[in-house]
C-alpha cells in the first residue's frame, strides 16, 4: 500500500461502529497493498469496530406494530413504527431479506460506546426500501385531454370527515383565529353568513395592517384524529379581496405547540377575488388526537385585505399523495424517456411533468397507463435514507431504489458506516428549476469518520457516491470509499468543497470498481438539465484545503467523457499537487478524453494513448504505478 496511509490510521480509532449485536467485531483490513511497502504488518492499517450490548428488533411485511418486535415472532411491519421508537445505542434493527417497504426510514444515533445498526435477518433477497409511489391501477390515472394522462389523489369512499363544523354550522367552535395586536398585525374577523360559498356561513379575517411574522395571523383547526402511516386530504374553499398568496399550510399538534405531525407544506396557490378550491395532502408520521392545521399569512396578506375560508374538509386518502417532486417513473423497470419543466413541453410517449399545485403527474401515453404498463413507480423528491444530523450509524445488506432525491444522504454526520448495500435508479428531481440532482450515497457540509465499503451504486441521476460541500469553514475528515462498484451514474464519484476555509483531510478512495460513466437512464440530453458530466471522478470547483487524499488501487472502465475531471472554468480545484494518484487500471477506448488534471483555466487534458499516458505521468507525478488498457 500507500505509505502515507498509515497517516490516517492513527486516527481510525475514531471510527466506532456496531457490526451486528452482541459481542460481534468487524476487521476490515486495507487490501490496497503495495507489495513493496515494508508497513504491510503495521497495526495501524487495520481498522476494528466494535459493539455495543442492545436491543435486537425486527420487522417483516406481515409484522404488527403492536408486537414488542423483540423476535422473529413478534415483529413490528411499518417504517413509520421503527421511524418513531426512540432506540438506544447498540441496538439492532433487523429486516427480513425479500420482504418490501415504500417509504423514508429516518435513523436514529447512537453514540461513541456504540453505533445503532440498521441490517436485514432471514434468506433471500436484500430487504428493499422504496423511495417510490405506486400507480399501478386504471383509476390512478384519469385523462385529462389528448393524450395526457394525470395522476389522482382520492378520498375513500366511505372515509370519515374528520374536520368538526366546516361549514361553520355551529359558529366557530372548533376554531383558532390568532391576529398579534401587540405586534404590527391589526385587523378582525367574524363568522359571516353574507359572503359564503356554501350555507349557512363561512369564516372571514380583515387584515387592518400587514404583520412582520407569518405566524402574527393565522386560522387553525384543532382536535383532529390521524393515524401514523395514513394519508389525508385537506381541502377547503378561498378567496381574498386582494389576491396573495398564505405562507403555508402547516400541520401539527396544536396552534402554541411546533411539534409536527405531518411534513409541512408551501402554499403553491395564490388566493384571487374568486372562490377556489385549495387541496393538499399529507402522510401522517404520528398517531394523536390532537392534530391540527394552520395557515400562517401575517407577512403576506394586504393591508386591508380581508381572506375567507369555506367547505373545509380533512379525509383519508386511498392512495399515496404526491407530496413531493417526482424524479423519474419507471414504467415496467423501464426509464420514463423525459421529464420536463413545462406542461407545453409535453410531446412523446412517457414524458411526463409533476404539478406542484395539484400535487399530481401528468404523463404522456396514448391510453391509460396503467393498461400499458404492469408497474409504474414515481420516485419521490426525498432521501430515502435520511441521516441529517445523525451520527454514529452503521447500515448494511439493505438495498434502496426508486428515490427522488439521494439513496443515502443528509449533512452534519459523524461516524457512520454503509457496508453492503445495493442502492439504484435514484434521482432526477428538481433541486432548482434550472438543474435536477439525486445522488447514490452522499456526505454533505461537516462529516467525518465514515466509510462506505463492499455496496453497489448505479444508475444515479448525478453521482453515485460523494462527500462535497458549500458553506464556508466545513471539515471534512477520515471519510473512506473502498471496495465498491459503481455504475452507470452521470458521475461516478463526486468531491468537492466551495466553501471559504473548507478543509477536507484523510478523504481515500480505494479499490473501487467503476463502469459505464454516464450510460444510465440520467445519460441523455433529453432528460438532462442543465449539463452531462460522464465522468469516474468529478472534482469540481473546490477551494477546500487538502491533507491527504488518495485515489488508489481503483479500476475505471469506459467513461463517456473522461475519466478524472478536474476543471470548473475559472473556479478550480485547490491544492491538486497534494493528492495522490495511483495503483489504478484505466479502460478506455484508444485516442478517447481520458484525464483532465489542471490548475489552468485553458486545461491540461490527456488523451487515452500510451503516449500521452506517459506524458501525463511525467508532467503530473500521478500513477506512476498504474496501467492503461484500451478498450
Keep these: 500500500m500507500i505509505r502515507k496511509f498509515a497517516l490516517f490510521c492513527l486516527t481510525a480509532s475514531l471510527l466506532c461502529s456496531c ?21 504491510d504488518n503495521d497495526p495501524t492499517n487495520t481498522i476494528v469496530f466494535t459493539t455495543g450490548t442492545g436491543i435486537t428488533y425486527y420487522v417483516s411485511n406481515d409484522g404488527n406494530d403492536d408486537n414488542n418486535g423483540k423476535s422473529i415472532n413478534s415483529t413490528w411491519k411499518t417504517l413509520d413504527k421503527v421511524n418513531s421508537f426512540g432506540f438506544k445505542p447498540g441496538d439492532v434493527i433487523k429486516f427480513k431479506s425479500g420482504d418490501v417497504w415504500r417509504g423514508q426510514l429516518l435513523p436514529k444515533s447512537g453514540n461513541s460506546s456504540a453505533l445503532i ?12 426500501i422504496l423511495g417510490s409511489v405506486s400507480k399501478n391501477n386504471e383509476s390512478d390515472w384519469v385523462n385529462i385531454g389528448g393524450n395526457i394522462w394525470s ?4 378520498t375513500r369512499s366511505s372515509a370519515a370527515e374528520l374536520i368538526t363544523n366546516g361549514s361553520f354550522d355551529s359558529g366557530l367552535d372548533g376554531w383558532i383565529i390568532q391576529i398579534k395586536k401587540s405586534g404590527s398585525a391589526e385587523g378582525s374577523y367574524i363568522r359571516n353568513t353574507e359572503e359564503y360559498y356554501s350555507a349557512p356561513a363561512c369564516i372571514s379575517i380583515t387584515a387592518d395592517h400587514t404583520g412582520q411574522s407569518s405566524w402574527d395571523i393565522y386560522f387553525s383547526s384543532s382536535d383532529i384524529s390521524i393515524e401514523a402511516g395514513k394519508n389525508y386530504q385537506l381541502s377547503f374553499m378561498a378567496k381574498s379581496t386582494s389576491s396573495f398568496r398564505p405562507y403555508g399550510v402547516i400541520d401539527k399538534r396544536d396552534a402554541s405547540n411546533a411539534m409536527k405531525y405531518f411534513e409541512s407544506t408551501q402554499f403553491s396557490q395564490t388566493i384571487t377575488d374568486t372562490w377556489t378550491r385549495f387541496t393538499y395532502n399529507f402522510k401522517a408520521t404520528t398517531t394523536a388526537s390532537d392534530a391540527s392545521f394552520d395557515i400562517y399569512m401575517g407577512d403576506s396578506i394586504p393591508s386591508g385585505a380581508t381572506v375567507y375560508f369555506d367547505d373545509i374538509s380533512f ?6 399523495p404526491l407530496v413531493f417532486d417526482i424524479g423519474n417513473i419507471m ?32 404523463v404522456v401515453s396514448s391510453e391509460n397507463p396503467a393498461k400499458l404498463y404492469k408497474n409504474i413507480e414515481l420516485s419521490q423528491r426525498r432521501n430515502i435514507i435520511d441521516q441529517e444530523n445523525v451520527s454514529y450509524v452503521q447500515y448494511s445488506n439493505l438495498k434502496l431504489m426508486y428515490g427522488g432525491a439521494h439513496g443515502i444522504g443528509g449533512g452534519e454526520t459523524k461516524n457512520i458506516i454503509i457496508k453492503d448495500c445495493d442502492v439504484s435508479f435514484i434521482g432526477g428531481a428538481f433541486q432548482t428549476h434550472c438543474g435536477r440532482y439525486g445522488n447514490g450515497i452522499e456526505f454533505w457540509n461537516n462529516s467525518s469518520d465514515c466509510l462506505v465499503e463492499g455496496c453497489s451504486v448505479g444508475e444515479c441521476f448525478d453521482t453515485g457516491m460523494s462527500n462535497q460541500s458549500r458553506t464556508d469553514g466545513v471539515v471534512q475528515r477520515n471519510i473512506i470509499f473502498r471496495n465498491n462498484r459503481i455504475y452507470n451514474c452521470e458521475a461516478s464519484y463526486e468531491v468537492w468543497g466551495q466553501g471559504e476555509n ?30 452531462l458530466w ?56 484508444e485516442n478517447k478524453d481520458l484525464i483532465l488534471w489542471t490548475n489552468d483555466p485553458k486545461g491540461t487534458g490527456y488523451l487515452s494513448t500510451a503516449s500521452d499516458f506517459a506524458r501525463y505521468q511525467k508532467e503530473t507525478g500521478n500513477d506512476k504505478h498504474s496501467t492503461l488498457r484500451f478498450e
Aim: a negative charge.
Design 19 to 39: 457490526s451486528g449485536g452482541g459481542s460481534d467485531s468487524d476487521n476490515i483490513s486495507n487490501v490496497n497493498d503495495d507489495p513493496n511497502d515494508s508497513n
Design 117 to 128: 445498526h440498521y441490517t436485514s435477518y432471514g434468506e433471500g433477497d436484500k430487504p428493499l
Design 151 to 154: 395522476t389522482v389523489n382520492k
Design 315 to 320: 379525509k383519508e386518502l386511498e392512495s399515496d
Design 331 to 362: 414504467f415496467d423497470k423501464t426509464s420514463s424517456k423525459e421529464k420536463c419543466f413545462y406542461e407545453y413541453e409535453l410531446d412523446k410517449q412517457n414524458d411526463f411533468i409533476y404539478d406542484a399545485e395539484k400535487q399530481a403527474v401528468r
Design 502 to 531: 473548507c478543509i477536507m483531510e484523510n478523504i481515500y478512495f480505494e479499490n473501487n470498481l467503476l463502469e459505464n460513466s454516464g450510460g444510465g437512464w440520467s445519460g441523455n440530453e433529453e432528460n438532462h438539465y442543465p449539463w
Design 534 to 589: 460522464g465522468c469516474h471522478i468529478l472534482m469540481f470547483r473546490s477551494a477546500a484545503k487538502v491533507k491527504n487524499m488518495y485515489f488508489t488501487g481503483n479500476t475505471f472502465k469506459n467513461a463517456r467523457s473522461l475519466i478524472i475531471d478536474t476543471w470548473g472554468g475559472e473556479q478550480l480545484w485547490n491544492d491538486l499537487e497534494k493528492i495522490v494518484v495511483d495503483y489504478n487500471t484505466y479502460i478506455q477506448p
